[in-house]
């Protein structure tokens, strides 16, 4: 078994770096066709899209303007795949030609404070490519992922997380080592945009509708006092831009219950705003508004 994983790893890490040898005009023209290719063959996704950004934004777009946000949203999606692949023969030396930072001085004023990070961010752009941005300005990251089920696949995006330096935290029972890290003066990186089961989040406002959201984040910064920062990147022009926000003031009235839930809507608030300035780059393919609110059975006599 271990052998046919170290197949499937090395198998997986020549296949990016091939396509990432691509010039990045002919993956992008490439990346176009495969996400038109996707957009009809993945009948599934496609309607989840559809569904979403009808919900966001139905009022304000009609459905020919979705559906060609939609259309981009998996050409977007395709682009991730030949971009992971170029970052892999990236050199650190060549960051600074296609990657821009705003808003750092946000970034080190929180981090002075001497608390750690709480690094608010989303899958925008490509995610994936946010530790060439701690890379770039050389404060210490820890990210905060699901593991994959496949595990090849999870070895081969933990060395694309960790080959500039970061590390990696598994989600589960993470708790402790968060704090641990936290007092050790690093940031960490949380995707906070994802459905959640009932019992991981709290139900806050998102794009109108009510989202069973991460609480995580909302109980970390509680408990720590660690400042929150948003942080997002996104392709622009012919490169990247990674985009520090203000620190989120914390909300903290005594009543944790409703100081959860209060912080929570602001960090949702938050990439909503961002989502609604490049509606094209967000994920739109998960189902963010799949966890119902509870309801009580009804009565029955």
């Given at each position: 078994m271990f052998y046919l994983e170290k197949i499937a790893y090395n198998s997986i890490t020549t296949f990016f770096k091939l396509i990432g040898r691509i010039p990045r005009q002919g993956a992008?023209?490439?990346?176009?066709?495969?996400?038109r290719i996707l957009f009809v063959?993945?009948?599934?996704?496609?309607?989840?899209?559809?569904?979403?950004?009808?919900?966001?934004?139905?009022?304000e777009k009609n459905q020919?303007?979705?559906?060609?946000?939609?259309?981009?949203?998996?050409?977007?999606?395709?682009?991730?795949?030949?971009?992971?692949?170029?970052?892999?023969?990236?050199?650190?030396?060549?960051?600074?030609?296609?990657?821009i930072i705003e808003g750092l001085s946000n970034y080190k004023k929180s981090y002075e404070k001497n608390k750690g990070v709480l690094g608010l961010t989303a899958h925008m752009g490509n995610w994936e490519l946010?530790?060439?941005?701690?890379?770039?300005?050389?404060?210490?990251?820890n990210i905060i992922y699901r593991p994959l089920d496949l595990s090849f696949l999870d070895r081969f995006f933990i060395m694309l997380r960790s080959r500039f330096g970061a590390k990696t935290t598994p989600k589960t029972n993470s708790m402790f080592k968060i704090f641990k890290s936290l007092k050790q003066g690093e940031i960490i990186a949380?995707?906070?945009?994802?459905?959640?089961?009932?019992?991981?989040?709290?139900?806050?406002?998102?794009?109108?509708?009510?989202?069973?959201t991460n609480k995580g984040m909302a109980l970390l910064?509680?408990?720590?006092?660690?400042?929150?920062?948003?942080?997002?990147?996104?392709?622009?022009?012919?490169?990247?831009?990674?985009?520090f926000g203000p620190e989120v003031p914390l909300i903290k009235t005594g009543d944790m219950t409703k100081d959860i839930e209060a912080n929570t809507r602001q960090y949702n608030k938050i990439i909503e705003e961002f989502i609604q300035r490049y509606p094209d780059q967000w994920f739109w393919v998960h189902q963010r508004w799949k966890t119902k609110p509870f309801s009580r059975w009804p009565r029955t006599y």
């Open positions: 992008i023209r490439l990346s176009n066709v495969l996400g063959a993945d009948k599934k996704h496609r309607m989840i899209a559809i569904d979403n950004l009808t919900r966001a934004f139905g009022r020919a303007e979705i559906t060609i946000i939609a259309r981009s949203v998996f050409n977007n999606l395709a682009r991730v795949l030949f971009e992971i692949g170029w970052s892999l023969n990236l050199d650190r030396k060549d960051f600074h030609k296609h990657f946010l530790p060439i941005i701690e890379a770039m300005i050389g404060y210490p990251l949380v995707l906070m945009d994802q459905n959640v089961d009932w019992y991981e989040g709290v139900f806050v406002d998102f794009f109108g509708h009510r989202a069973c910064a509680l408990k720590t006092q660690a400042p929150v920062v948003p942080v997002f990147l996104v392709r622009e022009g012919k490169g990247f831009k990674a985009e």
